[in-house]
């Protein structure tokens, strides 16, 4: 069952640094480009992924072709894809360790999300943790 309640919801937040995002975009008007920028702000060092733009950089980090590549541990994998396509992301994101998988607003799959938790992830489907963050009250990090 993915996370629900705003205490888990806050503790995944609080407790999580590196966040790795894919479907990140290097295009100001996409919701991922906003969504990167307000996570940076609050202190996440936010790692992108897109096969589309590897070796480019967005807000100052270097984009990775998949999550394999990155090669440091991850908190959180921030899924910006079609739900079609979040089963693949989560799929990685249990192969690379990570501690949890967030699907963005509109990004469900209870497959994936049963997969993932069965996996020992966390699991947050249908929200944005940028809109979590203001909504909770959860301040940036120093």
Same mark, same amino acid.
């Given at each position: 069952?993915?996370?629900?309640?705003?205490?888990?919801?806050?503790?995944?937040?609080?407790?999580? %640094?590196?966040?790795?995002?894919?479907?990140?975009?290097? %295009?100001?008007? %996409?919701?991922?480009?906003?969504?990167?920028?307000?996570?940076?702000?609050?202190?996440?060092?936010?790692?992108?992924?897109?096969?589309?733009?590897?070796?480019?950089?967005?807000?100052?980090?270097?984009?990775?072709?998949?999550?394999?590549?990155?090669?440091?541990?991850?908190?959180?994998?921030?899924?910006?894809?079609?739900?079609?396509?979040?089963?693949?992301?989560?799929?990685?994101?249990? @192969?690379?360790?990570?501690?949890?998988?967030?699907?963005?607003?509109?990004?469900?799959?209870?497959?994936?999300?049963? %997969?993932?938790? @069965?996996?020992?992830?966390?699991?947050?489907?249908?929200?944005?943790?940028?809109?979590?963050?203001?909504?909770?009250?959860?301040?940036?990090?120093?």
């Amino acid at each position: 069952m993915p996370l629900a309640t705003d205490d888990a919801i806050r503790s995944l937040l609080t407790g999580a %640094r590196m966040i790795a995002m894919v479907g990140a975009s290097d %295009r100001p008007d %996409r919701p991922s480009y906003e969504v990167m920028e307000t996570l940076q702000r609050h202190g996440y060092r936010v790692i992108p992924v897109n096969p589309q733009i590897t070796g480019e950089h967005i807000q100052g980090e270097y984009v990775f072709r998949d999550l394999g590549q990155i090669g440091v541990p991850i908190d959180i994998v921030d899924i910006f894809r079609r739900s079609s396509a979040a089963g693949e992301a989560v799929d990685a994101a249990i @192969a690379v360790g990570a501690k949890a998988v967030w699907m963005q607003l509109g990004v469900v799959d209870d497959q994936a999300a049963a %997969r993932a938790e @069965a996996a020992g992830l966390e699991v947050v489907m249908d929200r944005c943790p940028a809109v979590e963050l203001r909504r909770l009250g959860i301040a940036p990090v120093a």
